[in-house]
């Protein structure tokens, strides 16, 4: 495993370019999907979003067995970019065919106030999201399911579990880009990951 970090200026290294199979994982807020898709361009690779395969309508959750299939079979092309946690499934599935974890570990005011201006608009214009599903006022600030109250229930504990997750053994091939700022993904995405010929930047 070769662990890299945004702070430092010459974090991760040139190989990245050759990287074919990215997870991009971090806390709710965060802007997982937006800079996966964004990695997905520049490098020319499908973009998977894991949401939209764990939700089916009224946001009901299908089973583990079904949502495992589905990122099975979304993930059977050679080269991909997955965004999402979901660890007590994905890294005994997606996780062993990866080549690189991008870790956007963000500061909880940074996730925080991502996560509520990404809601507030959401709400706002109705917008769906997966199979009609769409976030609503009530869902989103008074409800014990409410995505912000999410946040602050996970924050600390998915930073230890990625933590714990560097350093084991059953993930030693996978080199780990944690991204502390936006700053840092953005120079990441810029200078460790090289366009492939043809696709958009």
């Keep these: 495993m070769r662990a890299t970090d945004g702070e430092r200026p010459n974090a991760p290294g040139a190989d990245a370019a050759r990287v074919a199979r990215f997870v991009v994982v971090g806390s709710s807020g965060a802007g997982k999907t ?69 870790w956007l570990d963000y500061p909880f005011r940074t996730c925080a106030w991502r996560l509520l201006r990404r809601t507030v608009a959401r709400s706002w214009r109705r917008e769906e999201l997966w199979h009609g599903n769409r976030e609503s006022w009530r869902m989103s600030f008074a409800s014990r399911d409410s995505i912000l109250l999410w946040l602050l229930r996970t924050f600390r504990r998915r930073r230890r579990d990625y933590e714990a997750a560097m350093s084991d053994p059953a993930h030693a091939h996978l080199d780990f880009a944690r991204l502390r700022s936006p700053g840092d993904a953005e120079r990441w995405l810029e200078s460790a990951v090289a366009p492939r010929r043809g696709a958009g930047a």
Excluded: K
């Design 34 to 102: 937006a800079f996966a898709r964004r990695l997905a361009a520049r490098v020319g690779v499908p973009h998977i979003e894991l949401d939209a395969l764990h939700f089916a309508n009224d946001w009901a959750e299908v089973p583990d067995e079904v949502f495992a299939e589905r990122a099975r079979a979304a993930t059977a092309s050679d080269g991909w970019v997955l965004d999402g946690n979901y660890a007590g499934v994905m890294q005994g599935l997606t996780w062993p065919r990866a080549e690189a974890i991008v």
